[in-house]
């Protein structure tokens, strides 16, 4: 299977999320990067979007998510929030990193980044090489 990927670059939502009892309160901004593993082929061959990941669905999936599963730390709305797009979408493989702007003084964003799934063979084996 070809390892094509679809990506969404800086995905802006509004969201409560954090430990402390005043970020409950509130709805903060996080930005979002999601690369997903997909075959574009089947896509590309008769010009047919029901055959790629409709990235304006799942930038709206990826909103309603986060605000319908409220969560206090980043690490577990990643984890979850992975889960959720590979198995709706059935998704092989995706790499998705949540950055939380003005969190930290001096850092202009902090966040994690989490891959999930199966690669290639052809990534798999440039990733051993590194």
Known sequence: MAMDKVFIKGL??????????WEKQIKQTLVIDLAMGW???P?????ELDKTLDY????EQIEE???TNQVDLLETLAERLAQFLMTN???????????KPNAVHNAASVG????????SSKELSS????
């Open 12 to 21: 802006s939502i509004q969201t409560t999320i954090g430990f402390f009892a």
């Open 39 to 41: 075959d574009i082929r």
């Open 43 to 47: 896509a590309a061959l008769n010009d």
């Open 56 to 59: 304006a669905q799942i930038s």
């Open 65 to 67: 998510f986060a605000n």
């Open 89 to 99: 979408y059935h998704i092989p493989w995706l790499k998705l990193t949540l950055h």
């Open 112 to 119: 994690v980044e989490i891959e999930r799934g199966q690669l």
């Open 127 to 130: 990733k051993e090489q590194r």
